[in-house]
């Protein structure tokens, strides 16, 4: 059942870059495999995008993960950025607008576009 | 227990969230609930069912308890727990927690937490089925003032109460130590007046403290209230009257009644 409603995806771009696709639900029960993934990518030197346009729902526990994953990211030297393009489900674009995390985590339309109020690319 | 309403029970853990979140939402579109309302719901079910998972029970799940009712434009949903209430941690709390709550108050038309030690804890939320019914809409926010306003009955109450505001707030304006005495001595003069004259037996002051000066408000007050507060206002210890600590002494009235305006500044006026 969980496997049916939510993936993680992770693709690997070069040697510094990688995107996080969230599909499905994501709560609580997949917050630590979510935290886990940024982890690693972020250990391995990357800047990561967390794109969040194929997912439906995403509870408080997964914008703790990704607010502690930027939170090592910067201590690591490397970028955490949202990709919330305009296809995003209106539950998630709200949740993220309410608790402010859109203003704590840099968010851009498109994976491969800079995020907003930022004029360097991932690198 | 009405056609209309759900109870649903299982354990304590992670992965039956997303089961209790469904049940609730698929009752909620049986009812029309308006999607967005749906999509609010789910949140605010996942955050109370989340809370219930994370704190309530120490080592092992326990019993997760939900209702959903309906009632007239609304469903009320209400998720309960047998464990040790809500407790602060100082440390290892994720920022979940954080989010979660303020996430209920932001987008439940109501909710309400209660029990405590011993009692487990009961999340009731309520949402709105139509569109215009679950709105929080934008609440006007009532005026608000810079002084601090004190509202409480007349009597012996009012006087530790009133020293305590007025020494912070003079401390705050950056008075001299002798002025800050003065305002002290001031403020036990007005409680030691508030005995009578105002409505409805409630003693009101609003004192401001900034730039150097504080400036203590007193009423509103019945007609004439206010300069016979200002008569009573005497200050046997020093021999004198309230013109001898205050720079100003005034009476302002306005739609609401008659005040009595006391100033006091960083000089002495004597």
Known sequence: MAAALNRIEVERRGDVAATVRLGGEHDLSSADELTGRLDELIAEGRSVVVDLAPTTFVD????????????????????????????????????????GLGAAVPTREEPDEPPAGEGEPVR | MSSEDLQLAVLSRAENVAVVRHAVAGLAEALDMHPAGVDDLKIIVTEACMNVVVHAYEDEAGPLEVKAVHEGDSLVVTVADHGSGFRPRADGERDSLRLGLPLIAALASQFEISGGPGHGTRVTMQMGLTEDGDAPAVQAIPDASEATEIKMPTGELVAPVLSRVISVLAARADLPVDRLSDAVLLGDAVSAGTGTGFPDGTASVAVEGEDGEVVVRVGPLLDGGAEKLRERMQLPELNGSIESLADEVGVESDGDGEHLVLRIGRASST
């Open chain 1, 60 to 99: 408080s526990s997964i914008l703790a993960a990704l607010l502690e994953g930027r939170k090592r990211s910067s201590e690591a030297g490397v970028e955490l950025t949202l990709s919330m393009p305009p296809v995003t489900a209106p539950a998630v674009r709200r949740v993220v607008e309410i608790t």
